[in-house]
């Protein structure tokens, strides 16, 4: 008997397992399966995306004509669209399921969420961020970069999830008034603390795994409610028109 459960494919530019996804398969709802395609674009530093825009294209329309059971898929990382602008408009110009990014994502999020000024925490270093800043701009968030928490972004995962959380206050004492902190970048793992850092720092956490769930789930009108991912997650606000 074939499953009623939602198929959600997640496109990486890297492989297709790592901790981090293991980590975030608990905030997937139980109606929802979530599958995780390698694209294998990147082969050292994360500018070695550049000049494979077609490539990319290519492998990610293979992979989504390659799983027909998916119903809505998202294209991972930040690097990935600042190094590939033209990758999602030209993949959802060749399949026929709607597909979002992990920046479009945190954008619909912080938009659901009623946030205009945000504390941006990456795992990049200030030339990425940089253009994640100027993104964003482009849609009416303001960002303000937190510190770098290691000299190279892979790096950041060797850091507990305290020490996320202190670097992170930092950040917010640094940046002023904000409307919510934002988290892009798996290796930066927020995910066990999202719940703490809401309690604790007055402010709704948007992180790019658990922005890209909602959103994809969103774009096919699914609403859910999942305890311990924030209140992104737990609340389900609507997209904004």
Do not use: C
């Given at each position: 008997?074939?499953s ?18 293991d980590?975030?398969?608990?905030f ?21 995306m ?7 294209t290519?492998l ?8 027909p ?10 690097p ?9 408009p030209?993949?959802?110009g060749?399949?026929a399921?709607p597909?979002?990014?992990a ?11 009623g ?7 990456t ?19 303001e ?11 892979r790096?950041?995962a060797k ?10 206050k930092?950040?917010l ?18 995910l ?7 309690s ?8 790019s795994?658990p922005?890209?769930?909602w959103?994809?789930l969103?774009?096919l ?12 997650l ?8």
């Open positions: 008997m074939a009623d459960k939602i198929t959600v494919g997640f496109l990486s530019p890297m492989g297709a397992t790592g901790d981090h996804f980590r975030f398969s608990r997937v709802p139980e109606e929802v399966t979530l599958e995780v395609g390698g694209l294998d674009l990147i082969e050292g530093p994360l500018n070695s550049e000049g494979k825009e077609g490539l990319a290519d990610s329309v293979r992979s989504i004509s390659d799983n059971g998916w119903q809505t898929a998202a294209i991972l990382a930040a990935v669209q600042v190094y590939m602008p033209n990758l999602a030209n993949v959802r060749q399949v399921i597909v979002t990014t920046m479009e994502s945190a954008v619909a999020a912080l938009s659901a969420l946030a205009s000024r945000v504390l941006l925490m795992p990049f270093d200030e030339s990425m961020n940089v253009q994640i800043r100027a993104f964003l701009a482009e849609r009416d968030v960002a303000i970069s937190g510190p770098q928490p290691a000299p190279y972004y790096d950041a850091l507990g999830p305290d020490e996320v959380y202190s670097i992170t930092e950040g004492v640094n940046a002023g008034a904000v409307d919510a902190i934002y988290f892009q970048g798996a290796v930066l793992d927020a066990e603390i999202i719940d703490r850092l809401e604790e720092l007055g402010l709704p956490v948007v992180a795994n922005a890209m769930l959103h994809a969103s774009l009108g699914h609403s859910f409610s999942v305890p311990n991912g924030g209140r992104l737990r609340e389900w606000p609507a997209l904004k028109k």
